[in-house]
């Protein structure tokens, strides 16, 4: 199964954490299977999924031995717990404390949570954050505030989330991101309200060719 550390290395190596909040579980399975047939070995569900939960369950339960399953929208250690208990074999936040962090040592899965400025991003690092989410990364700077961060504190691998997008992917790896969260700009809600899921497999396609462009 996925230890830590090899969750993490593909998680860098792939470059790309894709990320599923849609309005039902059954889109989810959708939108899943789209992301595996555009060759993506890594899916996130949101817990603002309904039945977010079951959904990692099923996802772990069908792929789990080669992709790796997360969760993402974890707000606490009982969460935390969750989707743990489910299957999730790493975790997502939007925040960050240290109940959070250290519920997810405990069982040894890898934490990213959020942060935005210098002074959150080394505190989850040092509680024990494995990356941390730059949240919402677009909205101050994308990948000029990328770089900034990245100055002070290049030991920290950090993972863009927010207007990450296929004109900022690019200048976000360049600027030294770990990995990009991305979910809009892949599950494209026009697209699967027409159910053209092509379209996602293809988006993450675009991605991966980004991914590997800047990583040559």
Known sequence: ??????AMKLIHDTGLIPIIRVESAEIAF???DAFLAGNVNIIEVTMSVPGAVEVVKKLVEQFGDKVLIGTGTVLDGKMVEKVIRAGSQFIV?????????????KHNKPIIPGALTPT??????????????????????G????????????????????GVNLETAGPMLDAGAFALGVGGAITDKKAIKEGRF????????KFLDIVKEYRI
């Open 1 to 6: 199964m996925w230890g830590k550390e090899k």
């Open 30 to 32: 959708k939108v899943a």
């Open 93 to 105: 936040s939007p925040n960050y404390s240290r109940e959070l962090i250290k519920t997810a040592i």
């Open 120 to 141: 959150e991003i080394l505190d989850a690092y040092t509680i024990g954050a494995d990356a941390v989410k730059v949240f919402p990364c677009g909205s101050v700077g």
């Open 143 to 162: 990948a000029a505030y990328l770089k900034a961060i990245r100055g002070p504190l290049p030991q920290i691998p950090l993972v863009p989330t927010g």
């Open 198 to 205: 092509e379209v996602i497999t293809e988006n993450v396609r």
